[in-house]
């Protein structure tokens, strides 16, 4: 049995792990600001992370073997928690994002075309940090989230105190509704409905996980495995966005139908124009086992479209 914290945990994955995690027989505190209470038998402190003297009061003199933050999204929140959780845990593991990875937000190193990144192209530790943007501001962070994810594995990973890790997921679908962003649903609706998909003229790939295998990494690497330093976390199986389409038009007995991005209109959620997909070989490596994407993704498919409603005349 580990102590085990949960920085958010309230909803898709996060929800799933922390059952996961008291299901094993962990002892389970969730810290959020009770936008979801969290199962009998788990410890709820209900405290807004941004606020150092109310998160290190509702603590106390807890300490943990492991922290799990689900939801840090910028340096000062991750400065925050490294003065907070400093001395008082023994592992840290962030979740992050492929989104580090994007070409199109950072100047990164070259990857040879058509290849999976590694995770030592986006390496935390030489990673500046700016602690001075306007990291509070809504619409800031929101056009700069992969910046900010950037960022927090930055200052974390130099932060002293504990081992950190970092799970950089690839796009996270399944479980129908809960798949809070909606993207799946957009394929599943439109292709249902006869609606057109905006595609770029040359799609290239990007990789997947199933919510409950991320999950399962995430529960992994907080209790069983040992290492530090970033982790790709993806299914085997890259898509581009028509062979997804395909793989919806497969549960809807409908062919998709395309229309060409233009600068105006932007591309549908999945469609992109630069190779987008991670390497997921350390993991492999440490001992974790990936499902390969066609193994779950006809069935997310198909609760997607349960819970998808269809328009009335």
């Known amino acids: ?25 962990h002892q389970v505190t969730v810290i959020n600001r009770g936008s979801g209470r969290p199962p009998a038998g788990v ?7 941004d606020d150092e003297e109310a998160l290190l009061a509702a603590l106390g003199p807890r300490t943990f073997d492991v922290v799990v933050d689900q939801v840090c999204y910028t340096p000062v929140q991750a400065a925050i928690a490294a003065r907070v959780f400093g001395g008082r845990t023994r592992r840290y593991v962030m979740t992050s994002t492929i989104e580090v990875y994007d070409p199109a ?11 999976p990144v590694p995770e030592e192209t986006v390496d935390p530790a030489a990673w500046p940090v700016d602690l001075d943007l306007p990291w509070h501001d809504g619409a800031y962070l929101e056009a700069h989230y992969a910046e900010g994810k950037r ?19 690839a796009h996270v679908l399944g479980g129908g509704a809960q798949e809070f962003t909606g993207r799946l649903a957009h394929y599943a609706r439109r292709i249902r409905d006869g609606e057109p998909i905006t ?27 040992d290492f530090s330093g970033p982790l790709n976390a993806c299914s085997d199986g890259p898509l581009d966005v028509r062979a997804l389409a395909a793989a919806v038009a497969a ?3 409908r062919e998709p139908r395309y229309r060409a991005a233009t600068a105006t209109e932007p591309a549908s959620p999945f469609s992109f124009d630069r190779h987008y997909a ?13 499902s390969h994407t066609s193994d779950w993704l006809p069935g997310a498919v198909t609760e997607t479209l349960a819970d998808t409603p269809v328009p009335t005349a």
């Not at 410890?43 to 992370?49: C, F, I």
């Not at 595609?199 to 495995?225: G, K, N, Q, S």
């Not at 991670?278 to 990936?290: E, K, P, W």
């Open 1 to 25: 049995m580990q102590r085990i914290c949960v920085i958010g945990g309230s909803r898709y994955f996060g929800k799933l792990l922390v059952r996961r995690l008291l299901a094993a027989g």
């Open 43 to 49: 410890e709820h402190l209900v405290v807004d992370r």
């Open 105 to 115: 937000t950072a100047v990164l190193p070259p990857v040879p075309a058509d290849t």
């Open 151 to 169: 960022q927090a594995e930055a200052v974390l990973t130099r932060a002293g105190g504990f081992t950190f890790a970092s799970v950089r997921s």
């Open 199 to 225: 595609v770029h003229a040359r799609a290239l790939p990007t990789v997947f996980i199933h919510f409950a295998e991320l999950a399962e990494l995430l529960r992994w690497a907080a209790t069983e495995a």
């Open 251 to 253: 549960q809807t007995a």
């Open 278 to 290: 991670m390497s997921n070989a350390r993991a492999r490596q440490l001992g974790f086992t990936f």
